[in-house]
Nanobody
Framework: VQLQASGGGSVQPGGSLRLSCAAS????????MRWHRQAPGKQRELVAGIISGGETIYADSAKGRFTISRDNAGNMVYLQMNSLRPEDTAVYYC???????????????WGQGTLVTVSS
């Protein structure tokens, strides 16, 4: 199983970016997909998550500005980030709780990070 994140970049304050993450490989079911971020010198934190039923959760810092969504097939997750602030600067990681087959329990998989820089 692989998670491939993309969409990071540099943007001015107030701008927008859309992150994408694709899950591939032997997958029976994806229970949840999440975006985390880690700023320099800080711990990794959850930004947003979406479960298979479509329910979403957001960090307080993301509410009203970020939107997490999945594609119909369920193997892609997106993070639309609007009204970006300098404090949103971080490496963003996608994460998924995946069940590979009926014999294995679900476990977490992580993608490589994608850097988001918000600066004037």
């Amino acid at each position: 199983v692989q998670l491939q994140a993309s969409g990071g970049g540099s943007v001015q304050p107030g701008g927008s970016l859309r992150l994408s993450c694709a899950a591939s490989g032997s997958i029976l079911r994806i229970n949840a997909m999440r975006w985390h971020r880690q700023a320099p010198g800080k711990q990794r934190e959850l930004v947003a998550g979406i479960i298979s039923g479509g329910e979403t959760i957001y960090a307080d810092s993301a509410k009203g500005r970020f939107t997490i969504s999945r594609d119909n097939a369920g193997n892609m997750v997106y993070l639309q980030m609007n009204s970006l602030r300098p404090e949103d600067t971080a490496v963003y990681y996608c994460n998924a709780e995946i069940k590979r087959d009926v014999l294995r329990t679900s476990r977490d998989y992580w993608g490589q990070g994608t850097l988001v820089t918000v600066s004037s």
